[in-house]
């Protein structure tokens, strides 16, 4: 049996590296005004983060289509005998069940949707992890037991830099996003049960980036070898300092950057960052 593997554009996976895997995609979308954009296809990140300043007005977005990933599956269906297609958390997209909808719709090929309860760089590497099997001959069934291992040491935090986006995206009413503001809250956010929420209010940028550093240091600091991402609404450079430091202290870690593309970054807003990492063994 030959199997495909399918993520979305919020796994942040640069194109280069999926061509490398023999991963597709679908594409989410950012919407300015009356323009839709496909995420990763039509925008990418640094014109996004260009776009918001300009505009000064934050983007809706979207899930893909029934009609785009029903249009992917019968394309992979020529190839492929089946698929595992790996999306983000289903508590804050349609997108995991949309999928699942497409693929009872397409007969000609098997689909296997995992739902990752998670978004971005986590996401894709399930999606590289579920590639490397599938490459090397491994069963749907195989594939999926192998993510649901994984899922057992997935975690990932993230703060937030500027309280208005999610405030004017519907996550934080007027008057929090206020006071926040004047206080500098920077809240500290993980999933639980695939939905966002608050794990912890801090008072700076910088306090709240060391309390996640603390969150991930007590993981590995108990043995095992990890894998971990940073993630990064356009700070780039405080990003890279960052994996330097943790990799000089950590031999026990990989590290690689990462980057909120348009769609999360729409609800995050520039200066986030974001710490994940699984364990290997």
């Known amino acids: 049996m030959k199997t495909a593997v399918i993520t979305d554009s ?15 995609m679908v594409p989410l979308n ?11 296809v039509d925008i990418n990140t640094d014109d996004f983060y260009d776009m918001v300043k300009e505009g000064g007005e934050l983007p809706k977005t979207s899930q893909p289509s029934i009609g785009i990933m029903t249009q992917k599956l019968e ?6 005998d089946s698929v595992v297609s790996i999306h983000l958390s289903s508590g804050i997209s349609g997108t995991y069940q949309a999928m699942v909808t497409a693929g009872e719709m397409v007969e000609e090929i098997d689909v ?35 993510l649901n291992e994984m899922k057992k040491s997935m975690s990932a935090y993230f703060m937030v830099d500027d309280l208005s986006h999610l405030q004017r995206g519907g996550r934080l009413n007027g008057a929090q996003a206020f006071v926040g503001s004047l206080l500098q809250v920077k809240p500290v956010l993980h999933f639980v049960e695939t ?3 608050p794990f912890e209010k801090i008072r700076t940028r910088k306090k709240a980036i060391k309390k996640i550093v603390s969150l991930f240091e007590e993981k590995v600091e108990v043995g095992g070898t990890y894998k971990a991402c940073l993630i990064h609404a356009n700070r780039p450079e405080e990003a890279a300092e960052l994996k330097k430091e943790l990799e000089e202290k950590h031999d026990n870690v990989e590290v690689v950057l990462s980057y909120f593309g348009p769609v999360i970054g729409t609800h995050l807003g520039e200066g986030a960052m974001g710490l994940g990492w699984y364990r290997q063994s």
Request: hydrophobic fraction near 35%; glycine fraction near 4%; charge should be negative.
């Open 195 to 197: 939905k966002i929420v």
């Open 75 to 80: 394309e992979l269906s020529q190839d492929y």
């Open 10 to 24: 919020t796994a942040y996976l640069p194109r280069d590296v999926r061509k490398a895997n023999n991963i597709h």
């Open 112 to 146: 296997h949707v995992f739902d990752s309860e998670i978004s971005c760089h986590m996401q894709g590497f399930y999606a590289l992890e579920a590639a490397e099997l599938a490459n090397n001959g491994a069963t749907p069934d195989q594939i999926i037991s192998r």
């Open 30 to 40: 950012v919407i300015f005004g009356h323009e839709s954009y496909q995420e990763e």
